[in-house]
Every structure is written in C-alpha cells, then in structure tokens.
T-cell receptor
C-alpha cells in the first residue's frame, strides 16, 4: 500500500529566508504523481506544485521547487524568499490513478505546519 | 477558472436532523470527491464519483449518503450523525480524463453535530 510520511510536524522560517519541507513515500509503482498542497488557516486546499515520477527534472513554480529523488522515494519542497502569506499547513500527497472509472485517489501525509516570522 | 464552491460554509445539526451539503463546479470535470478532515489532520477520502457514477466508497457509514445529480453537482446527505462526525467536509473535482489529473478543492463546510 502507498504511504506518505512527513516527519516534520512544525517548521518555522524567517521572512525572506529559505525553508525545506520533507516528504518520503512508499510505493511499488514505477509511474506516479506527487503533489504538494497548501492549506492556509482560511482552510481552502491549494495546489502548490506537482511532479511526475517519469520526469527527471525537478518541478519549479516561481518560489517553490521540489527535490525529487526517485530511488530514495523522497520529495521535498523548497520555499525560497519566504513570505508571510506562505504560512500554512503543507501536505505532501501521492496520487494513484484508478484505470477503472477514470478517477484518482490521493494519499496524504500528516502535514507540516509552517510558520513565517517577520 | 478553477473554482469549486461549497454550501453551506457552516452547519450545526442535532443527531436526529437530516441535512445536505452541496458542492458545485463548472470546470467540466468528470470526477468529484468528498473528504472528511478533522482538526490538524490530513483529509480522508470518503467517496469518489466518476462520470456521475460512484466509483469509490471508503467504507463510510450509511448515515452519509452521497449523490451526484449531474456532472457539475455533488451532494452529501446527512442523517442521524454522531458528535464524532463533526469535521470539515471538503469537496474536490478533477478532469477525470487520465494523465495528470489535479484535484481542485472547495473551501469546505464546517459541520458541528450536537
């Protein structure tokens, strides 16, 4: 069964600094997708970044980038130039696709609460 | 537009009440999801609808009854709930066409069962 582990329940960073959130996962599949979602205190879950396992290149979205190590089954999120608005709960998620029915299932880690200090 | 809307935002109900949660999307997505999220926990999948048919039921108690009247709407009917059912209920949708199907989440309904 696929599992996702986030070993850092809480992290803090100074505004304008860089922080890295860790995520490891377990799977026997060779092709899959990984996501980082952000859930601010206002609670709406927002997609931050996604990575396709067959792609060697690490995904990047503006100040957000990932370090994807497929062999190590590691998928960390780096936030550069941290801003106050980055404060949120961050969830790492593994997605597997259900060929029957054309839907998908996300398995989430327990989350990392990020605090940004001014 | 990547908006999923949910109503109501907040709901308080007694254990004998019947209520419904509503979710709507107009992105042409064909897969829709209900999640339950307790405080400081990740979302837990409850149901998945694909092309208006129930494709996943994660062993959810029968007091939760999902309904997908059409491709844009998803309801969750609630009856005889327990206080431990109090949680944030999230709806999500995805294109449902394979490939990289990103799920887009609504803001949620905060449910309190007295």
């Amino acid at each position: 069964a696929q599992t996702v582990t986030q070993s850092q329940p809480e992290m803090s960073v100074q505004e304008a600094e860089t922080v890295t959130l860790s995520c490891t996962y377990d799977t026997s599949e060779s092709d899959y997708y990984l996501f980082w979602y952000k859930q601010p205190p206002s609670r709406q879950m927002i997609l931050v970044i996604r990575q396709e396992a067959y792609k060697q290149q690490n995904a990047t979205e503006n100040r957000f980038s990932v370090n994807f190590q497929k062999a190590a089954k590691s998928f960390s999120l780096k936030i550069s130039d941290s801003q106050l608005g980055d404060a949120a709960m961050y969830f790492c998620a593994y997605r597997f696709y259900l060929t029957q029915g054309g839907s998908e299932k996300l398995v989430f880690g327990k989350g990392t609460k990020l605090t940004v200090n001014p | 537009d990547t908006e999923v809307t949910q109503t109501p935002k907040h709901l308080v109900m007694g254990m004998t009440n019947k209520k419904s949660l509503k979710c709507e999307q107009h992105m042409g997505h064909r897969a829709m999801y209900w999640y339950k999220q307790k405080a400081k926990k990740p979302p837990e999948l409850m149901f998945v609808y694909s092309y208006e048919k129930l494709s996943i039921n994660e062993s959810v108690p029968s007091r939760f009854s999902p309904e997908c009247p059409n491709s844009s709407l998803l309801n969750l009917h609630l009856h005889a709930l327990q206080p431990e059912d109090s949680a944030l209920y999230l709806c999500a949708s995805s294109p449902g066409k394979g490939g990289v199907d990103t799920q887009y989440f609504g803001p949620g309904t905060r449910l309190t069962v007295l």
